[in-house]
């Protein structure tokens, strides 16, 4: 059995954030349970935060269009965005308050009915966080609070997510769960160092106790090796590469939808047939999703970029000519010189 040793310097009872990370319908609800479970049997205090339980449905709506390629406003991107930070705030001001009675509505079961005042708390998270960005960002809290940090990556073959999501109550669209797929980039602590306490889950079919037991023990670790709170300039660097690759990659996807839009619309006008109209969307959006994920790996492991001095607008310009180079490609595939656009 797991147990987490306490650090004789520290009197506060030990705590763990937990990130469970994967696809739609991958198991993560089901597994958290089991994970608290098991928690308790160890005698910890353990609960989930669940993010579709403090997300607005109109917020995930949002999601959706970012997700399925459908144009969204920059209105709804915020939107999005604010309310994953308000979830943030809220994780903050549950830290703060030490488990105060209006701070746990949303855990799963309410810490109120969990004994031993002083016990370990393992807080799980249960959300996709299919990029690292939004995974550093409870990282980051962690280490404000002096807490352990760890995740837990439930992979599952995307065939098995997308049948398990058309038997629950409110389904993600398909299309959703495909293109998350394409996007989502599990723990790797070879690229990023804070990633170090991870590990994956098979969820295909059910967990064994085996799993189980080699999740409790990576957060007994975690909880007997609490982050600091003193940033070291490695780590500063390394968040502030992963502020400048998101800028980036956000600013080149603005422009690429802005250069589908137009191509699209041109092809419509030349009198493209909706079959050739749907491969080409196909095709460019695509290329564009493979072109972001690959911009962002050059702007991360580039090491001559200089942050303090990047110019973000020349580094998108001149990334956006090898999008365009590989729209005129798919262009030339599609309608075999029919005509030009």
């Known amino acids: 059995m797991a147990t987490a040793a306490k650090p004789e310097q520290d009197d506060r009872p030990l705590a763990c954030l937990c990130v469970l990370c994967g696809l739609p319908a991958a198991g993560k609800s089901s597994l958290s349970r089991k994970i608290c479970l098991a928690a308790g049997r160890q005698g910890w205090k353990a609960a989930v935060l669940v993010y579709d339980e403090l997300i ?51 855990l799963t079961p309410p810490l109120e009915d969990v004994q031993a005042e002083n016990a370990p708390l393992l807080l799980v998270l249960d959300d996709n966080f299919y990029y690292p960005s939004m995974r550093y960002e409870v990282f980051q809290l962690a280490r404000k609070y002096s807490l352990g940090f760890c995740q837990v990556y439930v992979q599952c073959p995307i065939e098995i997510c997308i049948l398990r999501n058309e038997n629950r109550p409110r389904p993600v669209p398909g299309g959703v ?28 079919q059910n967990v064994s106790k085996c799993q189980i037991q080699k999740i409790m023990e990576l957060t007994s670790s975690a909880m007997s090796e609490p982050l600091s709170p003193v940033e070291e300039d490695e780590e500063v660097k390394e968040a502030d590469r992963q502020k400048c690759a998101a800028n980036i990659v956000h600013q080149a996807d603005q422009a690429c939808r802005r250069l589908i839009s137009e191509t699209m619309k041109k092809a419509k006008e030349a009198g493209a047939s909706s079959p050739n109209m749907r491969s080409l969307a196909a095709h460019l959006n695509e290329s564009k999703a493979q072109f972001l994920q690959n911009l962002r790996v050059r702007v991360l492991e580039d090491p001559n970029l200089n942050l303090e001095a990047v110019n973000v607008d020349h580094v998108v310009k001149t990334a956006l000519l090898r999008f365009d180079t590989e729209r005129q490609e798919i262009l030339l595939k599609i309608f075999q010189n029919h005509f030009s656009i």
Request: hydrophobic share 40%.
């Open 56 to 106: 607005p449905d109109q917020a995930f709506h949002a999601r959706e269009g970012l997700l399925d390629e459908d144009p969204t406003s920059q209105e709804a991107r915020t939107a999005w965005k604010f309310h994953r930070n308000a979830v943030l705030r809220w994780i903050e001001e549950f830290l703060e308050k030490k488990l105060a009675n209006d701070s746990t509505a949303f």
């Open 177 to 204: 769960i495909l293109e998350m797929a394409k996007r989502l980039e599990a723990p790797n602590s070879k690229k990023n160092q804070w990633e170090a306490k991870s590990v994956t889950v098979d969820s295909s």
